[in-house]
C-alpha cells in the first residue's frame, strides 16, 4: 500500500512531483486551477502525517474553493467546479458517516466527481475556453470536469 505520508509534501510538489510530465495539449490553461486546488488542499491538511477522513473532506473543499476563487465559476458553469462540487458533498457525507475510512471519502469523491462530469454533457458553457463555443459547447462533456475526475480517481488509487 503506497504511503499517504507526508501529503502536504506530496500535494505541494517534493522532488518526486514533476509538474512538468503533466503537460498535455491544452492542459496549459487548468494549471493555475489545479496549482492553487493542491495548495490550498496541502494547507487544510497541515503537516500531520496521519490525515483523518474528515480532514481530507476539507482538503478537498479547500482545494474546490480554490478553484471557484481562481476562476469565477460556480456549478452549472460547465467546468471543472461541476465535478468538484459533487465531489466535495459526497467526501464530506462519506466523512460524517462516522466510517473512519480515508479511502471511502476518496472513492465517494471520485465516484461523485465522475458523474458531475458527465451531467457537464448537455450543458452549455458559460465560463472558461469552451465558453467561445456558445450553444455548440452542449453535447460535449467539459474536459476540465473530466480531468478533476480523473485527479480524484487517481488519488483513489494511490490511497488504495
Not at 486546488?37 to 478537498?60: K, N, T, V, Y
Not at 471520485?110 to 463555443?133: C, F, H, I, N, Q
Request: contains cysteine; glycine residues 12%.
Amino acid at each position: 500500500m503506497p504511503s499517504l505520508a507526508k501529503p502536504r509534501r506530496r500535494l505541494r510538489g517534493g522532488p518526486e512531483n514533476d509538474s512538468h510530465d503533466a503537460d498535455v495539449q491544452g492542459g496549459r490553461r487548468c494549471r493555475p486551477l489545479y496549482g492553487t486546488a493542491f495548495l490550498r488542499a496541502a494547507a487544510a491538511l497541515g503537516d500531520s502525517a496521519e490525515i483523518e477522513p474528515a480532514a481530507w473532506a476539507g482538503a478537498l473543499e479547500a482545494a474546490r474553493d480554490g478553484i471557484v476563487a481562481r476562476g469565477k465559476a460556480e456549478s452549472g458553469d460547465k467546468t471543472m467546479v461541476d465535478a468538484w462540487t459533487p465531489a466535495v458533498d459526497a467526501a464530506r457525507a462519506a466523512a460524517d458517516g462516522g466510517g473512519g475510512d480515508v479511502l471511502a471519502v476518496l472513492v465517494a469523491a471520485a465516484e461523485a466527481a465522475e458523474a458531475g462530469a458527465v451531467a457537464t454533457d448537455p450543458m452549455v458553457a458559460r465560463k472558461g475556453r469552451a465558453s467561445y463555443l456558445g450553444e455548440r459547447s452542449a453535447g460535449h462533456r467539459d474536459p476540465g470536469a473530466v480531468s478533476s475526475a480523473l485527479i480524484l480517481r487517481a488519488a483513489v488509487g494511490a490511497a488504495a
